[in-house]
């Protein structure tokens, strides 16, 4: 039970990081859409917008932001790496199956466990209420 949550935390951690990356991605092509001065990089095709140079970094900023969000993208996809990598071996089908069905047999038996237990409380419920009754049909009666 212990070794299945840890599996399930680093699954979680797992959801984490990658969730995390996502962050990164966007955040870094929200900048680059943002800061990005536009070239023509064809003399057959017209360069037809232009940023206002105070909305655009300069390049040698550029540069080095562009380098450290690539950095920050290959860090996260690292941390990722070695948490997949820390993930254990599928188990196989047969494995499966049979766990599965001991799982199941398990389940039936309590089933059938928790049925006898309500009957039980009903048959003591009823036996109770019974003798309740009698009690109180008896203190109804006067005495002679």
Same mark, same amino acid.
């Given at each position: 039970m212990l070794e299945?949550? /840890?599996h399930m935390d680093r699954i979680t951690q797992l959801q984490d990081e990658i969730e995390q990356l996502l962050n990164i991605m966007s955040s870094s092509i929200a900048y680059l859409c943002a800061k990005a001065d536009f070239k023509q990089v064809s003399e057959h095709i017209p360069l037809t917008r232009t940023r206002p140079p105070e909305k655009v970094d300069p390049p040698d900023v550029f540069e080095a932001n562009k380098k450290e969000m690539v950095g920050d993208l290959m860090r996260k996809t690292r941390q990722i790496?070695?948490?997949?990598?820390?993930l254990p071996v599928p188990e196989p089908e047969s494995e499966q199956a049979a766990r599965l069905e001991s799982l199941e047999n398990e389940m039936t038996i309590a089933n059938r466990e928790y049925k006898e237990a309500v009957a039980r409380a009903k048959n003591l419920h009823a036996q109770i209420t019974s003798v309740l009754e009698?009690?109180? /049909?008896?203190?109804e009666r006067p005495l002679s």
């Open positions: 299945e949550l /840890t790496h070695i948490l997949i990598q820390s009698q009690m109180l /049909t008896e203190k």
